[in-house]
């Protein structure tokens, strides 16, 4: 009898111990947002719980919460003499949860202190225009194929080119205008399938689980920020686990993704590194194609976060953190002509290409806190990137004739300071520079369709120097008022061009819910190397560089936003953000074609160089509002809601009529959102959907009758450019996921791009079609892929 009750007793307490919520540890520290000064006895509790377990930092600032319960958790941190912060949280039964929470000084209005959006970005300096992105966003119920460009081409006032593109087109702007920087420095094209002369590619080289923090702003950027006039990533790093090691598999339709992390000397350093494997011949084979029949294409890459912090015994504010970093990408795609040779009947069943890019960056970066009031950063890095096109067209006899053949191999070095000082808890000043020595090695061949002989329009190497000076200040002469303002300098040794740029961005605090804001930059960029290197014949069979004297391209940008917080909750934060952000941007010194009937405007180019003289007497200007509706992450459930009304228009000249540029959509929307079931102790149902929506991108219409119609290139009307439009873009992708949390965590998730299988026009391509016109042949635009399942399956221990 006693053996038996012994056997139950076993079995019952078995029973309660596998019926229990898994359970994991939060940890980390609470830092001031400006010089990184650790925070002392700083509030931090978990508010989604009923027990709203809590703790205070200690010396360091440093806290540990124990035993809360997996999932995504609310945590709220508030500090003497700062706003009050609250963000989201995946606690991973498998892996212990490290973040790190930057305080802000506090604004108070009669007694009601004013508390910070957990949105708002990570810089301190750049409160209008801009957002911060958290890995946690990437990773939980999120639409994204867990890319970081996916998640952003979501968001208001942004728009996407191409479905198997990553290119961002914010507010009307060229791609090429975007600034990428990580870890304090800026960075060439960090994408796989990167396009010449672009910013954007196929996918980014970041892989989720490395991400932290992402600033993203869209316009009248801090004076920190130059060379660039659309747009900026700002990207962060997580530290790994300085702990214990944690591991996590990826595998999927995609390929794999493997990382791993952990202590290299236990509570001072860690290690995170993450590799990727990936390849579109599993989705190929059963008839998913993303890019196009015919066409291969994989990639890898792999990253990497080495961390150390150094302090001395008993001394709380000077301290050292010292950071190792590195990214790299290889990636490859290939179209074959179609076999067997016999049925290739028309230019396209003929054409064939490979395209490689790689790309690689490594850097260290150090921040030292000097005292209570200030601090230093430092930054160096190293970059390299390869860029190969090769495009032929193969006869019936499988004989291949070279069109066209460019090579680009630029490199980097580069290094970067900032000094930060706390004149008065009212005044902040923050000073450093960007050096960049450029290296370049271009090659660019491509066929003359008149001699059929090819001609060198690029061939150069050489390097360059890019300096980058800066000085802002934040300063808050009223309780309701809060200014941020600085200068920023540009100075481009190749041809000997600079600019003094002014920067300046007020928010007044008319109630805690209720902020008005004025922003204003005036912002310059340097055009790809290739550009200014071009040669062109001179009409006497002399090679010539008429462009190499390019002016920067500069605009004016202008913003005014209203933001309005709602849905009070019984911590005094919000549920609710509405956000309205109406702007006007001029720009100027574009580069446009040197002859006076030409209607060219080099910001409608998606990738490559100009094959003409350039002048710069282009102006355009973008003028629009951009309304979103945001639900913080509470309870499962987040989402932003987005309508951006705008037009975007050019002009060669001063004197010219007015033309769409070719983003100039008009309208655009968006949805991202999702919801998180909890369906068992260890089980959770996450669902996703974004969609997105624009009234369909400008095209030059093709004459109406043209003297020949060839193959070759589209006969396009240029005295019309963009005077047409293709059909309105429409596309909702669905995500479905169960997670399953123990000590050993998996995740399983399907992700259904474009998951109603509508094919939109491909407004920046044209495809010859031999059968159309009565067999005559003609031009028509190219469908974009449909619906495309992804699954994949992640295990977390």
Known sequence: ??????????????????????????????????????????????????????????????????????GYRTIECSYVGYQKVVVAHLVKAAQESVVEIQLEGSVTLQGVEVVAHSTAAVNPFAPIGSISISGEELQGGTTTANDLLRHAQGLPGVQP????????????????????????????????FARRGSSGGGITIFSISLLDRTDFSTGAFSAEYGNALSGVFDVRFRKGNDEQPEYTFRAGLLGLDLAAEGPIRKGKSSYLINYRYSTLGILNRMGFHLVGERIDNDFQDLSFN???????????????????????????????????????????????????????????????????????????????????????TVSEANVATTLNREEYLNGRVSVAGRYNLKLSDRLRMQAGGFVSELFYDLQWDSLSIVSYQPDTLLRENGHTTLLQ???????????????????????????????????????????????????????????????????????????????????????????A???????????????????????????????????????????????????????????????????????????????????????????????????????NSGLSASFL???????????????????????????????????????????????????????PYFRPDLRIAYRRDRKVSWLLALDIQNVINRQNEDGLSWQYEPTLNGGQGGWEHRLQSGLTPVLSFQIDF
């Open 561 to 663: 936003s209203y933001a309005f917080q709602f849905g009070k909750e019984r911590t005094d934060t919000y549920l609710w953000r509405l956000l309205v952000e109406g702007y006007y941007q001029r720009l100027y010194r574009v580069p446009v074609e040197s002859d006076p009937a030409s209607t060219y405007w080099m910001f409608n180019e998606t990738q490559g160089y100009a094959r003409v003289p350039l002048v710069s007497d282009g102006v355009g200007r973008n003028i629009g509002a951009d309304v979103s509706l945001h639900k913080f992450f509470r309870k499962g459930t987040f989402m932003t809601l987005g309508l951006s009304v705008f037009d975007s228009q050019y002009r060669p000249r001063e004197e010219s009529d007015w033309y769409s540029t070719q983003y």
């Open 469 to 559: 000076p800066f000085v802002q200040f934040s300063y808050q002469p009223a309780p309701r008022v809060e200014i941020n303002f600085g200068l920023h300098g540009l100075w481009f040794a190749l041809n000997e061009r600079g600019a003094v740029e002014p920067r300046i961005n007020l928010s007044y605090y008319l109630h805690p819910q209720h902020t008005l804001s004025l922003a204003y930059g005036l912002h310059s960029l340097t055009l790809p190397i290739g550009t200014y290197l071009t040669r062109i014949d001179d009409g006497q069979g002399q090679p010539v560089q008429p462009n190499r004297q390019l002016d920067l391209a500069r605009a004016h940008h202008l913003i």
């Open 161 to 192: 080119t191409r479905d198997n593109r990553s290119d961002i087109v914010i507010r009307g702007n060229s791609p090429v205008g975007m600034l990428w920087r990580l870890e304090g420095i800026d960075i060439p094209n960090p994408n796989h």
């Open 306 to 392: 080495l961390h150390f912090s150094k302090k001395k015994e008993g001394e709380q504010i000077k301290r050292t953190d010292f950071n190792f970093w590195g990214i790299s990408g290889l990636s490859a795609e290939t179209k074959s002509p179609v076999e067997p040779a016999a049925d290739r009947s028309s230019w396209g069943d003929k054409s064939a290409y490979d395209f490689t890019t790689n790309m690689g960056a490594t850097g260290l970066s150090l921040r030292r806190i000097l005292s209570a009031r200030s601090s230093l950063q430092l930054s160096m890095a190293v970059m390299l990137q390869d860029i190969l096109v090769r495009e032929d």
């Open 1 to 70: 009898m006693k053996k038996h009750l012994t056997f139950l007793a076993l079995l019952g307490y078995g029973a309660l111990a596998w019926g229990q919520t898994p359970t994991q540890t939060i940890r980390g520290s609470v830092v001031d947002k400006y010089t990184h000064e650790p925070l002392i006895g700083a509030t931090v509790q978990v508010m989604d719980l009923e027990s709203m377990p809590g703790t205070v930092t200690d010396f360091d600032g440093m806290f540990v919460l124990e035993d809360i319960p997996a």
């Open 673 to 727: 959102g999702g919801k998180i079931w909890k369906v068992s102790d260890f089980g959770s149902l996450e669902t996703g959907l974004k969609v997105i929506y624009n009234r369909g991108l400008p095209i030059t219409p093709l004459l109406e009758n043209p003297p020949v119609v060839t193959p070759y290139e589209p006969p396009e009307d240029d005295s019309r450019p963009y005077s047409q439009r293709i059909e």
